[in-house]
Nanobody, 121 residues
């Protein structure tokens, strides 16, 4: 069982940066693939980025602007978001799964409660 708690969201202007954090419980954090997803009002939850060991994968919409990383000693995964755009506004969720990198919402076993990111124009 893994419990995930996100933090770091907020209200920023377009072009700004934010760093989201996701703290995980459990002793085997390093064995999990971790993902970030987001859900905007009226839209389905969508994949943003994922990491397992040193391998990463990004949605095309954030590639080159967002960076996912993890600190296994701290049981924490991060999402550094640069050059934010109004269309990045959403609730951002952290998720975990055993096994390899995946991009599907249904392929992740554990979810955090989410943190709101709002980007004003």
């Amino acid at each position: 069982q893994v419990q995930l708690v996100e933090s770091g969201g907020g209200l920023v202007q377009a072009g700004s940066s934010l760093r989201l954090s996701c703290a995980a419980s459990g002793r085997t954090f390093s064995n999990y693939a971790m993902g970030w997803f987001r859900q905007a009002p009226g839209k389905e939850r969508e994949f943003v980025a994922a990491i397992r060991w040193s391998s990463t994968y990004y949605a095309d919409s954030v590639k080159g602007r967002f960076t996912i990383s993890r600190d296994n000693a701290k049981n924490t995964v991060y999402l550094q978001m640069n050059s934010l755009k109004p269309e990045d506004t959403a609730v951002y969720y952290c998720a975990a799964r055993t096994g390899g990198l995946r991009v599907g919402v249904s392929e992740y076993d554990y979810w955090g409660q989410g943190t709101q990111v709002t980007v004003s124009s």
